[in-house]
């Protein structure tokens, strides 16, 4: 059973086009993340997610939005997508507690190429 | 907000001998490191962590110290196997309500049989 999964592994797209990464736990966790990992294997957070609302959107383009229909999903769309935006997306989750510290769950990302 | 250090970038070991990774951090508020190796192809998955009120932690051939006073923690591997070849990486959080780790630029750890 894979604890953080996310959809599809590959995306492989022209730039201009809108696309969706899809993202589930199964860990009962009560937050969950999106995290940009460029080339030089850098980690960013991009947003974070606590039972279905948004609590943290660093400086990402508008183009990028998440939804999360439940506390066990959240998916990316990007819209009208760039070159620069090629890079492996990362779904994280983690169960907030009193003292906070929760250890990240990690998937196992989604490379995205925009050509 | 937060900067984390990470060095070295890359280190190359041989099998049997120890590898040293070393990051620090400028917040003082950050009471959280964890530390993610990430294979190839895979999600980074949490190692081992430490809070800061223990100075080392250590689980098998591996072991963390902190030190509050410098901002700076460790990660060592003892006896290290071609297996342990990964990314690593090292990350930092004040750890109260929504706070987020904020993460080192990475160590690639390469060991060779």
């Known amino acids: 059973d894979t604890a953080v999964s996310q959809t599809p592994k590959y995306l492989v797209t022209q730039m201009g086009n809108d696309k969706s990464i899809k993202c589930e736990q199964n860990l009962g966790h009560d937050t969950m993340y999106w995290y940009k990992q460029d080339s030089k294997k850098f980690l960013k957070i991009m947003f974070s997610y606590n039972n279905k609302e948004l609590i943290i959107n660093e400086t990402v383009p508008n183009r990028f939005s998440p939804k999360s229909p439940d506390k066990a999903h959240l998916n990316l769309h990007i819209n009208s997508l760039e070159l620069g935006d090629s890079a492996v997306y990362f779904c994280a989750s983690s169960q907030t507690n009193p003292l906070g510290n929760s250890p990240l769950h990690f998937g196992n990302g989604t490379r995205l190429t925009v050509t | 907000g937060e900067n984390v250090e990470q060095h070295p970038s890359t280190l190359s070991v041989q099998e049997g001998d120890s590898a040293v990774i070393k990051c620090t951090y400028s917040?003082?508020?950050?009471?959280?490191f964890p530390w993610y190796k990430q294979e190839l192809g895979k999600g980074p998955q949490l190692i081992i962590d430490i809070r800061s009120n223990v100075g080392e932690k250590k689980d098998q051939r591996i072991a963390v110290t902190l030190n509050k006073t410098a901002k700076h923690f460790s990660l060592h591997i003892t006896e290290t196997q071609p297996e342990d070849s990964a990314v690593y990486f090292c990350?930092?959080?004040?750890?109260?309500?929504?706070?987020?780790?904020?993460f080192g630029k990475g160590t690639m750890l390469l060991v060779s049989p």
């Open positions: 917040d003082s508020a950050s009471n959280y």
């Open positions: 990350a930092a959080s004040k750890g109260s309500g929504y706070s987020t780790l904020t």
